[in-house]
């Protein structure tokens, strides 16, 4: 299959989405959805709203049914963007190449456009015009399965552990932590929302979340290498910012080839874990190849 | 009635409700979870859930089916304390006598303890455990309400007008709009909340949300008094803080008397939109006399 067109479509179609489901630049208090929307349409690729829609096309959803939750799993993921660049988190001035919330719109706003963006996907899921074709179980199901990956066990808590443990050593457990937490926790609920707003059964979500957890981790083992051997186009931040950050990465605590391998094995029980699926999971085993492959 | 025996009774039941809800302080990240409870235990007097609670009662239902979402708004409440206090909003280093959360936990800590209460509210109302008796739909719409009063529409645009307010004259259509969004939308949604798990019909609604908005101007317009003439135990905070600061008030845009005249007027109108209620709407009109006689 053509991933480079199937992620250009669905990006497309989030964007379009995004953009009909936030408040104009007009709706006042303008400055306040100016600065929303400044980090939402900042260049993201998507990531975590696709991966929603993939898996609900694996069980034979469509995407109409799956763009409102899959459009506020975005908004979770941005608001956590513009709240770790802010100085007394990462003081970061870039991100994509583009001045960071804080630094066009000041501190204060860009803490509030993050606090609304985290409202507004709640916002979105629980809206009546949302996904009227299915039940309002699944909906609150979907609905908590996103809070919790977001809240103080997931991604919060995957953040605070990982600003703890900045500029200290750190075993292999606390790095599985924050990665599960921080990031992992996120792309996971994205492909359980996807299986249940799409119809999946118990079986194909327990194989989503095993595509979900392995998947996610080969991201961030394929992140950190990167960081190392470096390509700057792909990553979108400066090569070796972590090791310069005295971050622990997976090719420090564990070496380069070592982190390697782990990666292709993380990939493999990725695309195995979608083994009962039929080409309709063609667009996951293409993200999974493409997440690894691109650190080999 | 005895209004201050009913407000200890549930401000009780709300403290023990949110110390359930809540992960405890040796939940991992410990940090994290000891700086959510720090805020929130940390002598509010639960306005915001009793209210809820109130119109429950108003229209026959219990409190036990209204307990989660008022605690999930308490925790809105206090997230965005939380995040008022920083420094680079309106950068406070006490509330209530004790020192803000920034001061005592650091300011990301804070930030994402914020964040993490925020996001907690939404995972207690979607959590399949709260409200078994009441329908997903009305769950759904309840959470839909309080994402909404909460967000850029509602409490967050309020705050961000204020901001933009400070140190410039502003007119009264301006301070109104401040204040139904900064602290009005919040205290509204609770009476709808309210109404709508405790199995009200549309009419009860309606007179509930009447009793909301102008339940909740008086508040304020009582507050921006007691600024005035002073009463530091009944406000909590300092005297005179809000003129020292150069925040507009009732008080200064018309005049002591007429801001006075203005509270009490408030003050029949919210009693007014009880009048079909019986004798368990009595809590909600002792509050409406509390809130405006204290600064009479």
Known sequence: MDLKAYLKTHQERVDGALSRYLPGEETLPAQLHKAMRYSVFAGGKRVRPILMIAACEAVGGVIETVLPAACAME??????????????????????GRPTNHKV???????????????????????????????????????????RCAGSMGMVGGQVVDMEAEGHDIDLPTLQYIHTHKTGALILACLQCGALLGGGNKDQFDALSRYGETAGLAFQVADDILDVIGDQEVLGKDVGSDQARGKATYPALMGLEEAQRRAQE???????????????????????????????
Chains 1, 2 share one sequence.
């Open 75 to 96: 908004m979770i993921h941005t608001y956590s963007l513009i709240h770790d660049d802010l100085p007394a988190m990462d003081d970061d001035d870039f991100r994509r």
């Open 105 to 147: 719109f000041g501190e204060a706003t860009a803490i509030l456009a993050g606090d609304a963006l985290l409202t507004e996907a709640f916002n979105l899921l629980s809206a009546s015009e949302s996904a009227e074709n299915i039940s309002a179980e699944t909906r609150l199901q979907v609905l908590n399965i996103m809070a």
């Open 266 to 296: 993380l990939k493999d029980l990725a695309i195995e874990a979608l083994g009962s699926f039929d080409h309709r999971a063609e667009p996951l085993r293409a993200i999974a190849r493409y997440i690894v492959d691109r650190s080999s």
